[in-house]
Every structure is written in C-alpha cells, then in structure tokens.
C-alpha cells in the first residue's frame, strides 16, 4: 500500500541522513525524559490500535464460526420446523394439550420431491433416563439413522440407529457423553438397558463428547448433544403416543407434536431455492396446516447473507476502531501542543542558532510520530497478546461475566495490524502537524523571552 | 581591517497593542573585524531592538544592514536564518542551552543547522572548544549538572562552532556573580585579542569597561560612539588554552 511505502521511506530517512538520526534521537530522548506524560498521551493510541486488532481478531473468529457452522450445515439443506402458535394458550385451555406442528402426513408427502435425497425427521422431548438407582434427565430425540450424518456425530462405541431398528420398533437407543456417563459410572454401557417411561430401551450404540453449537448447527434450536438419547422414530411413536407430558416447574401440560424438525438435504444446489419454494407450497395450503405452525430456514440463504455482511461488520469495526484511534490523536495533539508551549524558549534559541521554520516543524513532528509509532507498536503487541491468551483468559471468574460459552474465539486478522500500525503513524502525521507549524512560526524574539 | 557589518540609515517601527512604536529612528554604525563594541542604554533607547536586528532576528522597517558584504535587511526567513547559521554567534543572559543535551551536543548544534554532516572531525573541534573555554572534562555532563558560569562558558564555545564573522553578547554576565563575571570577561577578552569581534549589549558600566568601544544609545539613536582602552587581563590563575583557538575557529 501506498501508507506502507510511505512510511518505509521516512524510516529510512530517519535511519540515514543526520538530520533524520539526530531528530529520532531527539523525540526518544525527550520522551523518555518525560516517561509518565509520554505514555498517558500515547495511551489513546495505544487503545485505539489494540482495540482495531481485537475488534477485526473477533470478527474474523466470529465470521468463521458461523461460516463453518453453516458450511458444516450443509448448503444444500432446508430445514423445517414445528413452531408453536401463540394463540394456543387461549383455545385449549380446557385440555392443555398443545397440538402443532409438522405431520407423519407431511413427511410422507415430502418424500416424493424428486429433488430431495435425504429427509430426517426429529422428534424432541425431555424425559428421565433411569438405570437401577440413578437417573438423569435427558433430552429423547426420536429420529431416523441419516441423523447422524446430517449432524455429524461421531460414535465412540457400537453404532447409531439403523433402518432395521425403525422397521421393527427396536427398543434400542444410543447415548450422549452426559448421559451414559450419569448413568453408569463404573459399568459397561454398551448393552445394558436403560429405562425411559415405561419401557425399557437396550443401548447400542455410545457418542463421543460434542461442543454445543449455536442454532446454526444441523437444526435451529442450540443442540447439547451430550444430554441426548436417541430412539428410533417409530419406536417412539409406538412407545410414547401422540401425546408427550411435559413436566416443568411448577405446571403441568402436553404436547401433541408428531416432529419438531424435518432436515432435508436436496441433490444440488441450484435445486435449494425451487425446492424451499414446493414445500413452502405444499406446507402453505391451509387445508394442511390452518394455522402458522411451521417455519422454513434456507441456510444457503444465511450463507450469502453472511457475505454480505462480511463487508459490512468489517467496516463498521474499522469505523469504531478509527474513532478510538481519532481520539487518540486529538489526545496527542493536546499534549504536542503543550509540549510545544513548554519549549517555547528552545523554540527560539534553535532559530537563532540558524534552524529554519521546516527544521522546526520536522522536529517536532518526528517527536510526535515516534510517540504514535511506538504508542501504535505497544497497541499491536497488546492487542495479539490478548488474541492468543484470549481462550486462557475466559477461564478466569470474572471473565466469565462477560463472555458467555459459544461467543467465538479471536482469530488474528493479519492485515489489521498493518494497517493499524500504519494509521497510528498516520495519525501522528496529522495531529502533529498543527503543533509542529504554531512551533515552526513563532516568532524567535518572543520566543526567546518567553520563561 | 575589512568591515563585518554596516549599518545606514536604520529604522525600526512595530505596532504594539494598538499604538506604533518607532524603536530605532535612523541608526548609523560600522564595525570593523577585531572590534570589541558595548551597547549600552536605558530601557527603551532600543539597544535590544538594535541587538536583535543585528542577530537577524529581526527585519528593518527602513534602512539597510550590510553582513559581512552582503545586504541582509530584505531577506526572507528561511535566508535569515541561514545567515544565522553562517556568521553569527549569539550568547544570550540566560545562557540558553538546550537541557535534553550534553555539553558536547549542545555545542554541535549550530552544526546541525549549517547542515554540515557531523562527523568525527566536526566532534573533534566541538571537544576543542570545550577545553578551550575551560570545560574539556564535562564534555557529558548535562546543563543541570553545570554552575552559571559553567553553562555560559558552554554557551560561549557553542558560539563560536560555525567560525562567526560576529560574536553578538546580550548581557552575558546579568545572571552572574562578579568574580564569575570576571571570568568570563576574561574568557571574551581573550576571544577578541586573538580577532574575534564582539558586540555586546550591557547596561553595566563596569562591564562595559572590558570593551574597547562604547555605543551609547537613547529614544532609538545613538547619543554617543567612544572609544575605550581596557585594563590590562589578570593572567593569574590557570590559563586556558587559547592556542587551541587557532586549531578551532
């Protein structure tokens, strides 16, 4: 960049000619025969530049997290949920049942879109897992075996579901790291049984530990993968019914949902967006569905409006951070200029021994170049220091306050530190001009008598 | 004896708050190399205004100023101040030192702004000079670390680094002590002997007396233009070494 040249050649000027040496041994000297004043006016840019690093390092970080959510997603999925209608409260009073949703009836309608190559149903409620004494409250998710595929779980023991399990009404089931650890501490769980309401499910199948997600995993509710159970579909209609008891603090009420989700993955890309539009037409007639219990979440849609907000967010931290680093120049240029006030008198004996007016103003804005050049080096230092001791610092109890689990890591963006480093200098240049010129112009006699 | 500067006809006019104050009403003076001219006057009669357009700190309003042959009163600043750096040498009452620099680096200076590329042969002269004015041993001290008359002694070595034509003194002995002003009388006595020429602006006639010219000055003309014979210098007490003078100037 044009900035970067720029500078490159003022270090070497600075570097070479007398001149140059001695005015860069002159604003560290003077610098340091200040220390405290020079750091506190330093100590906008200092903020300004750290902030720029750690502002683009976590929008970088955040960017691929949801990129690789999304990604990991799959850009050819459509995702169908049941959504509960607000008006429910009102009309079933008397039951208390809450019926909505996507249907069995749907689901079979649905696999006859030619264009759709894998459609998984779920069905999702809490329930208590018992094994002899203990119990654990886990989340029954009733699902077909491409789940494990869409979501990409993997199995550290036995398998997940299998057609065969569907088929026959297995009472098999698989278990997150949470549940099969709760349950069985010093056992073997792979083959033992566990109990879920009234029946009793063999287990075959172990997943490893996941990281929670964000709702941008494989459905859109944040999954916890690790309290899960997984039943086949029809096991769990056959088993539990069309009506689930839901058991919260205080109340009491019952679903009737046949699936909270169905995760479709369509043959091609070009083919997401006229398949989004059939379902949406066959799930649209109200014959079907009356009322608005459903929704429909295109992530390829999410994906492009990501890039497009890339753009975006990083000019908006870019604008942020420039402010910050703004302010810090006009914290620079207020102590330049009474800096400048201070050495009125050296002002005037450098004149009279011969220095003109640019050698004044070139001294004095080497004096404040180097403050933000080595102000915008401390911020870069800091800034990268804190991107990679980020992760280590969550941990720390008062951390934890702010940055709740799943905000996403820092990734350092490389650019932003030139571009920093290159803006403080910037800055400098700019701020330092008008002290280094009221300097340059004064006039030598008054400056002379000046105390 | 050739002339360093001449003087013709000067006027010197300034607006201060909003009335106009004529502080030099046609001065006429030459001084010729090896002079040893006092300046002196009460407060007003415009002998720091006189000093000041002879330092090229300040520009005539009418007149002309002859600089070592050339007329510097309708120069611009930037060759004003190149002039500076050429042929003058200043010592001002407060000595004026620069505090971030040692003595050696404070004498340099006028180096710098000549732009001559400093140099093992450039600091060797400035080392000279330190000794020559009795400092030789403090080349890195600090102005803070240095007596009055120390610091002047800096000031008068850093004076004569670029080889002035004119040595130009405002009252270089007001912030001393007598025998320290005594000193450094001394010190620029024995500067002129060896062919410096000093003009020097005193309202003291005692020091007055060490020059061998005396300007008197009232309501910005000159009243007065004597000559002076000096005493006899004390050579008692430790010398310096003035045959470094040669080698350094």
């Known amino acids: 960049m044009a900035l970067v040249s720029g500078l490159a050649c003022l270090a070497v000027f600075l570097a070479t000619t007398d001149k140059g040496r001695r005015g860069l041994e002159l604003a560290l000297r003077s610098l340091w025969l200040h220390k405290l004043r020079s750091f506190l006016s330093m100590l906008g ?33 459509i995702i169908i949920r049941s959504v509960k209608p607000p008006d429910d409260s009102n009309t079933n009073r008397r039951q208390m049942v809450a019926t909505y949703g996507l249907t069995y009836s749907d689901l079979e309608v649905l696999a006859t879109i030619p264009s759709i190559t894998r459609l998984v149903p779920m069905r999702v409620f809490p329930q208590e897992t018992r094994r002899s ?11 077909v075996p491409q789940y494990a595929e869409v979501n990409d779980l993997t199995l550290v023991q036995g398998r997940f579901l299998v057609p065969d399990d569907d088929e026959r009404m297995n009472n098999v089931c698989v278990l997150g790291q949470e549940t099969a650890k709760s349950l069985f501490t010093f056992e ?7 109990k879920l309401g009234e029946f009793v499910y063999v287990v075959v199948g172990i997943l490893a530990e996941r990281m929670p997600t964000g709702g941008t995993g494989g459905s859109q509710a944040a999954e916890d993968f690790n309290q899960d159970i997984y039943i086949p579909m ?92 703004l302010v810090g120049g006009i914290g620079i ?27 004044i103003t070139f001294q004095f804005l080497i004096e404040t170049m180097v403050q933000t050049g080595i102000g915008g080096l401390l911020g870069v230092a800091f800034g990268v ?32 530190i030139t571009w920093s480093l290159s803006t403080a200098v910037g800055v400098g240049v700019i701020f330092g001009i008008y002290p280094a010129l009221r300097a340059a112009y004064m006039d030598p006699i008054e400056a002379l008598r000046h105390v | 004896m050739t002339e360093v500067l001449r003087i013709e006809s000067l006027h010197k006019r300034y607006s201060h708050d909003s009335s106009e104050v004529h502080a030099l009403k046609g001065v006429n003076i030459v001084v010729k190399q090896g002079e040893f001219v006092s300046l002196m006057g009460p407060s007003g009669s415009g002998k720091s205004t006189l000093l000041n357009v002879l330092g090229c700190l300040d520009r005539p309003t009418e007149g002309s100023y002859h600089l070592g042959g050339e007329d510097v009163s309708r120069m611009g600043d930037d060759q004003l101040s190149s002039i500076r750096s050429r042929y003058l040498g200043f010592i001002f009452q ?42 030789g041993h403090r ?62 602006v005193t309202h003291e006639n005692d020091i007055a007396k060490w020059s061998k010219r005396i300007v008197r000055m009232r309501d910005g003309v000159i009243e007065s233009d004597e000559a002076n014979t000096p005493d006899p210098i004390d050579e008692s007490g430790p010398g310096l070494p003035m045959h470094l003078l040669e080698e350094a100037a």
Not at chain 1, 188 to 194: Q, T
Not at chain 1, 389 to 401: G, R
Not at chain 2, 111 to 132: M, N, T
Request: net charge positive.
């Open chain 2, 94 to 135: 407060q000595y004026n030192l620069l505090p971030q620099y040692t003595v050696v680096e404070n004498i340099e200076i006028p180096l710098i702004y000549q732009g001559i590329r400093l140099d093992s042969e450039s600091r060797a002269r400035c080392v000279g000079l330190a000794e020559l004015v009795g400092l």
């Open chain 1, 234 to 325: 029809q096991t769990a209609r056959g088993r539990f019914g069309d009506r689930i008891q839901i058991r919260s603090a205080g109340s009491r009420s019952a679903e009737k949902v046949d699936m909270h989700q169905i995760t479709v993955t369509v043959e091609d890309i070009d083919k997401v967006r006229p398949t989004g539009e059939i379902i949406r037409s066959i799930l649209g007639d109200t014959d079907r569905h009356p009322r608005l219990d459903w929704a429909l979440t295109v992530p390829l849609d999410r994906l492009e409006l990501v890039e497009r907000t890339k753009a975006n967010i990083r000019q908006s931290l870019g604008i942020y951070a420039s402010i910050s680093l």
């Open chain 1, 45 to 77: 840019i200092i903020i300004g530049t750290s902030a720029v690093i750690i502002l683009m390092a976590f929008g970088e970080g955040s960017e691929r997290d949801v990129l690789e959510d999304i990604k990991r997603l799959g850009t050819t999925n």
């Open chain 1, 333 to 359: 240029m207020n102590v330049m200029l009474a800096t400048v006030t201070e050495r009125t008198r050296e002002v005037g004996i450098r004149r009279a021994l011969g220095a003109k007016r640019s050698d």
């Open chain 1, 188 to 194: 073997e769980p792979l083959g033992s049984s566990v």
């Open chain 2, 139 to 200: 080349l890195d001290h600090r102005p803070m670390q240095l007596s009055g008359g120390q610091q002047q002694r800096v000031a008068i070595a850093r004076s004569l680094v670029n080889r002035p034509q004119l040595i130009l003194a405002d009252e270089p002995t007001g912030n001393l002590d007598t025998k320290t002003s005594h000193e450094i009388m001394t010190l620029l006595s024995k500067l002129n002997m060896s062919g410096k020429t000093i003009v020097m």
């Open chain 1, 133 to 143: 004494a203990r119990s654990h409250n886990s989340r029954v998710v009733a699902t």
């Open chain 1, 385 to 416: 220091a804190y991107v990679f001791t980020h992760a280590a610092l969550k941990t720390l109890p008062m951390a934890a306050m702010l940055f709740q689990d799943g905000s996403p890591s820092p990734i350092l963006h490389v650019p932003s």
